[in-house]
């Protein structure tokens, strides 16, 4: 193999692999040690500046950092990286002194349709920079499906009139109960960029013969969501099925639960180990004696005289291909009718731009999205971006957040005369961390503790409340002990070929076995030679260049502790520990333009 | 030295041995030594060479006397038994926990100023004895522990840190325990891992006296160009006659090497060890030759390692002594002190 190139700023960026699996790439090991060192306010601007939303977020994040935490590969469970980012919004102080300031208007205006995550961070990234920034939203206040979808038992109101708060403070104009009905009409208004987030919001229908009939008692999801968010809807009957197997369905039974639902069951067509909902947000909800009844497909709504009575179901079994892929066949077993007075459909959400004009220059895919640039987020007019759910279908906030400083970046090159396809490289430090003999800037002392639990409210006191929150967070004695647990993954173990003596000093003390000293070759013969097996080989391989032996150093990158020790053992300095702290471009960063390929 | 405890997570695909222990295992607690110090390297070949035989920890004694070599047994088998002897003492303190229990492994651990100095006599007779055990010297030519003056084992001519020349002969311990009997006999570095772990397992299964002389090298005092146990001097001064490449048990040895080159040694539990050679004229069950051949390429400078004798038909000092199979600590009074009859038949039988 060559020799790594650990100038390459994706090199160690894919070693912390929180940050890297983070799609806005919050650097998640640095607020954690703030939050161990009490720093909640500091911890707080670095989630702020990269992901937007830390008190909602820390809330309702589908966290795809946690799976990727090298944590997870050494015990048991990753790190609560979610919940902890709670503690910095839940402990910080008065933040406001520290957002950027409203600055003067730099005359150009931009309209920004729909008042969710994607676009309030254009707004957050732009309006600093002196652009005039419109948001339009169909409902009073801002927050999108933060505000209509997610039940107040799990995200507050507070939480999200601070936040949205912030963004609106910046500076922002805010237009609620505006519905952008013609997207012509909105060109018109000569606005310098428009961009487009306006979310997934229609719920897919479920037609199944009876849907006509009992419509009366059956509701979808995310509108019948909305619909309590806002007051409009208090109740629902005693039996309750809902259908589909997502995080929405998983909102609907428990909230069902606190509306009178006294027996409330999901149903799914899947396994249950297949739904999309989260493991936590499936284990919230059978803590709220929700059974889940999985390989069961509704074949037709039953109704008499206009009621809904029941659902019957299809018994299925799952069958593999010889490809691999899944076929849900029927099991044989005959079908089963479930009674209910209520049925929440939460089968999934679909895109609508019924207000886009065909002859706005916005050209649509066969599945009727609009074509949009995954790298630019720019749509097939120059002037017009997409971001979150509506470029490219249903995620989650913190995709959206994403997408959004990135057609922020979009906007303001194009604003400024730049070629938008041309991305500035991200910022990235690298220092080492000694501070005496064995004496490290970072706690290196491995914390052996079990993930804690995050306390929740007596679910009987929950349960009779739907704005109680649920989860309490974090006690900052528990955060502590949360913080600890965190690898340190950004300090960087870095190896200097010219100063290896070889004395073996740091393959003896890796308490994980990464290191090793062979002769060089191919990658897939490296990964059999090393101290300890391969088991990712989506994990890089860390190789210097050619010892005095001829050896060559490899270190496996999978389930290194970042302990230290290495360098500790190391007599000449050939190992050091070095904080890596990459900042992503926004729009604004000074930055320099060559231009970088990879992600 | 390090301050935090080694930790405890381990790699999830680490190997297991025929007792479910993974190497981990057998670690002890975590090194005070200097960073980088070659004891560490042998520290780990030695728990890489008991994990690998499927030791049980609580069958070893490790036992050794004063200096940094001897604080190396707190480094591993955490769970075996340990002695830490007076300086140079720790030959007879072996000695006698083998006689009163010949059942355990017996790891003697010592230096060169523990061995070649304060303790020389205790290790010539030790080894003249015939005791079985495995003596491995950790030998770096200097007193690290008191800021690295020359010790017995260093090279005349080679310089100390500080740029002396050293002009007092040196001893070399594998020619010395060749002269006095040792039934195997080998020298290493600690540098060479794939050579000392096979050393140290195939000594662990001869029965008499093993002997291990181990260069390795001071980091702090002895590791400069002026050195002769340097890093760079031991690898470019190092002829290995020979690797031990297999070490099994007792099931049969397929090796696949051009005849001759590779020579089937048995030891006494049965065990087979496959040495491949490297110097073809080298015998090692020429106890007479391997005396010359080291004295002939000391002469030249060069470092001989590898496995330089072994008498597969050795026998220890129990058998010199004839003591009874059954440990002498588990011997019950009854039978220690048979009583007035059996006296009075001794007596009878000399009058």
Known sequence: MKPTDIAAPDY????????????????????????????????????????????????????????????????????????????????????????????????????????????????????????????????????????????????????????????????????????????????????????VGSGAPRGRELDIPGRKEAAANIHIGIEWLANVSFGHVDKIGKRVIVLGGGNTAMDCCRTARRLGGESVKVIVRSGFEEMKASPWEKEDAIHEDIPILNYMVPVAFKHVAGKLIGVTFQKVKAEYDAKGRRNLVPSGEPDETITCDDVLVAVGQENAFPWIEQDCGIEFDKWHMPKVDPKTFASTNPKVFFGGDAAFGPKNIIWAVAHGHDAALSIHKMLSGEDITERPLPEVQISSQKMGIHEWSYDNDISNDKRFKVPHRDKVVALKDIRAEVELGYDVKLALGEAERCLNCDVQTVFSTSLCIECDACADICPMDCITFTGNGEESDLRQRLKAPSAHPDQDLYVSSDLKTGRVMVKDEDVCLHCGLCAERCPTGAWDMQKYFIDMTHAGSTCPTKSRSAA | ??????????????????????????????????????????????????????????????????????????????????????????????????????????????????????????????????????????????????????????????????????????????????????????????????????????????????????????????????????????????????????????????????????????????????????????DPHDRLGAQTFLARHAAKGQIVTGLLYVDPDAEDLHEHLNTVETPLNTLEADTLCPGSAVLDKINASLR
């Open chain 1, 12 to 195: 160690f960026h894919k070693v912390v692999d929180c940050q890297w699996a983070c799609p806005a790439h919050t650097p998640v090991p640095e607020y954690i040690r703030l939050i161990a060192q009490g720093r909640y306010s500091d911890a707080y601007m670095i989630n702020w500046k990269s992901n937007v939303f830390p008190g909602i977020l820390g809330r309702t994040c589908d966290r795809p950092c946690e799976p990727a935490c090298r944590r997870g590969r050494v015990e048991d469970n990753p790190v609560a990286i979610c919940r902890l980012k709670r503690v910095a919004a839940d402990f910080k102080d008065d933040i406001r002194q520290r957002l950027p300031k409203p600055s003067p208007k730099n005359g150009k205006r931009v309209a920004l349709v729909g008042g969710g995550p994607a676009s309030l961070t254009v707004a957050r990234d732009l309006a600093p920079l002196g652009y005039h920034c419109t948001v339009f939203d169909a409902d009073p206040e801002a927050g999108g499906m933060m505000r209509t979808q997610i039940p107040k038992f799990r995200l507050p109101n507070s939480v999200i009139d601070e936040e949205t708060g912030y963004i609106l403070g910046l500076g922002v104009d805010f237009k609620g109960g505006h519905r952008i009905e013609s997207m012509k009409s909105l060109l018109a208004e000569k606005y310098d960029a428009i961009f």
């Open chain 2, 1 to 282: 030295m390090t301050y935090i405890a080694k930790p405890k997570f381990h790699h999830p695909g680490l190997k297991k041995n025929a007792l479910g222990y993974t190497h981990r295992d057998y670690e002890g607690k975590i090194s005070t030594l200097c960073a980088g110090c070659g004891h560490d390297s042998i520290t780990a070949s030695i728990i890489e060479a008991c994990y690998e035989l499927s030791i049980e920890p609580h069958r070893v004694a490790k036992i050794s006397g004063i200096g940094c070599s001897s604080k190396t047994p707190d480094y591993f088998l955490g769970n075996s038994h340990g002695f830490n002897s007076v300086h140079g003492r720790m030959p007879s303190v072996l000695t006698g926990a083998n006689l009163a229990n010949r059942d355990l492994i017996y790891l003697g651990v010592s230096g060169d100023g523990d061995s070649a100095s304060i303790g020389f006599g205790q290790f010539a007779h030790s080894i003249r004895r015939g005791v079985n055990m495995t003596y491995i010297v950790e030998n770096n030519g200097v007193y690290g522990l008191t800021k690295g003056q020359f010790s017995a084992t260093a090279d005349r001519g080679s310089k100390s840190k500080k740029g002396v020349t050293n002009t007092d002969n040196a001893i070399d311990l594998v020619a010395i325990a060749l002269q006095l009997g040792a039934t195997f006999v080998a020298r290493s570095f600690s540098g060479d891992k794939s050579q000392l772990v096979p050393l140290i397992a195939a000594a662990i299964g001869h029965k008499g006296a093993s002997f291990i002389d181990v260069i390795s090298p001071c980091i702090a005092f002895n590791n400069h160009a002026g050195s002769t146990k340097s890093f760079d001097y031991v690898r470019e001064h190092n002829d290995a006659v020979n690797r031990l490449d297999v070490l099994v048990g007792r099931d049969p040895i397929a090796v696949d090497y051009a005849p001759g080159t590779v020579q089937v040694v048995e030891q006494h539990d049965g065990s087979k060890i496959a040495l491949r050679k490297i110097d073809a004229d080298y």
